[in-house]
């Protein structure tokens, strides 16, 4: 009888990190997110909570993991696709969601509550704070991943239940004005959901870096309390640099960690008793 390779016991594998066939990570936006899932399949996950509302377009292959064939479908679904062409079989414990968090906010908080880790690849502010507040309210444990203008590089944050959250960091990064009008909105779908201005992916090969390390992140975060053998990452923001951040980080190929607090301003902050 033949074993399936992404549930059972690989020594290899296991050498590195024990099985991850019981986690579920819900994933928010399956652009570059998708070379994520992919990660995470090969590591041995099969349970997928996958949510984005657009297609797959011809001008996305020169940066998506879904091929031609998937032209036209959306891209939930073409990477659910993709990942049982990888595994070789169905999985049914994989659902793809093709709509947007706040056309589904019923099943995306759901799929928060019921996820180990949720990892939000969207490029809309309005997007990524409401996966925010989701993730506090329910202590799930996240990583936002995106990249700058045109793949010069990226940043990748980590949150952990009770710790600094994407909130805080976008009020460190002096990006509270767009916040204080999310928060003041009843229906969060209402708030400006424009593109972030900052995104603008470059090629694939740019942006598999960013995928890469938020993959590994998300492992850490997964593997968190548990015995293996992967160093952690350590640091909850990191900056990447592919070609050069002007006035931030000039060499290609380099990277600054940061360990963000909370920051005062920031309901998380605020509501520790």
């Given at each position: 009888?033949?074993?399936?390779?992404?549930?059972s016991?690989?020594?290899?594998?296991?050498?590195?990190?024990?099985?991850?066939?019981?986690k579920?990570?819900?994933?928010?936006?399956?652009?570059?997110?998708?070379?994520i899932?992919?990660?995470l399949?090969?590591?041995g996950m099969?349970r997928?909570?996958?949510?984005?509302?657009?297609?797959?377009?011809?001008?996305?292959?020169?940066?998506?993991a879904?091929?031609?064939?998937y032209?036209?479908?959306?891209?939930?679904?073409?990477?659910?696709?993709?990942?049982e062409?990888?595994?070789?079989?169905?999985?049914?414990?994989?659902?793809?969601?093709?709509?947007s968090?706040f056309?589904?906010?019923?099943d995306?908080?759901?799929?928060?509550?019921?996820?180990d880790l949720?990892?939000?690849?969207?490029?809309?502010?309005?997007?990524?704070a409401?996966?925010?507040?989701?993730?506090?309210e329910?202590?799930?444990?996240?990583?936002?991943?995106s990249?700058?203008?045109?793949?010069?590089g990226?940043?990748?944050?980590a949150?952990r239940?009770g710790?600094?959250c994407?909130?805080?960091?976008?009020?460190?990064?002096?990006?509270?004005?767009?916040?204080?009008r999310?928060?003041?909105?009843?229906?969060?779908?209402?708030?400006s959901?424009?593109?972030?201005?900052r995104?603008?992916?470059?090629?694939?090969?740019?942006?598999?870096?960013?995928?890469?390390?938020?993959s590994?992140?998300?492992?850490?975060?997964?593997?968190?309390?548990?015995r293996?053998?992967l160093?952690?990452?350590?640091a909850?923001?990191?900056?990447?640099?592919?070609?050069?951040?002007?006035?931030?980080l000039?060499?290609?190929?380099?990277?600054?960690?940061?360990e963000?607090?909370?920051?005062?301003?920031?309901?998380?902050?605020?509501?520790?008793?």
């Open positions: 009888m033949k074993t399936d390779p992404y549930t016991s690989n020594p290899r594998r296991d050498a590195i990190h024990p099985p991850l066939s019981d579920t990570v819900a994933i928010v936006g399956l652009g570059g997110a998708a070379d899932a992919l990660d399949l090969k590591s099969t997928f909570r996958l949510f984005d509302p657009d297609a797959l377009e011809s001008g996305n292959l020169v940066r998506h879904c091929g031609s064939r032209v036209g479908k959306n891209k939930a679904i073409a990477t659910k696709l993709l990942l062409e990888y595994a070789g079989r169905k999985l049914p414990d994989a659902v793809a969601v093709p709509k968090v056309d589904a906010e019923a995306f908080a759901a799929s928060v509550r019921m996820s949720v990892v939000v690849g969207t490029d809309t502010d309005s997007s990524r409401y996966a925010n507040d989701l993730v506090v329910f202590g799930k444990k996240a990583v936002f991943v990249m700058f203008e045109n793949g010069c990226g940043e990748i944050f949150y239940p710790n600094c994407y909130g805080c960091l976008m009020r460190h990064q002096e990006r509270s004005e767009f916040l204080i999310f928060e003041a909105r009843g229906a969060k779908s209402d708030c959901s424009s593109r972030d201005v995104g603008m992916p470059g090629l694939g090969t740019d942006q598999r870096f960013l995928s890469a390390i938020a590994r992140i998300s492992l850490d975060l997964l593997l968190e309390g548990s293996h053998s160093p952690p990452i350590g909850n923001w990191v900056v990447f640099s592919v070609s050069g951040i002007s006035e931030i000039e060499h290609p190929l380099s990277s600054l960690r940061f963000i607090s909370k920051h005062p301003d920031c309901p998380c902050a605020k509501n520790v008793s």
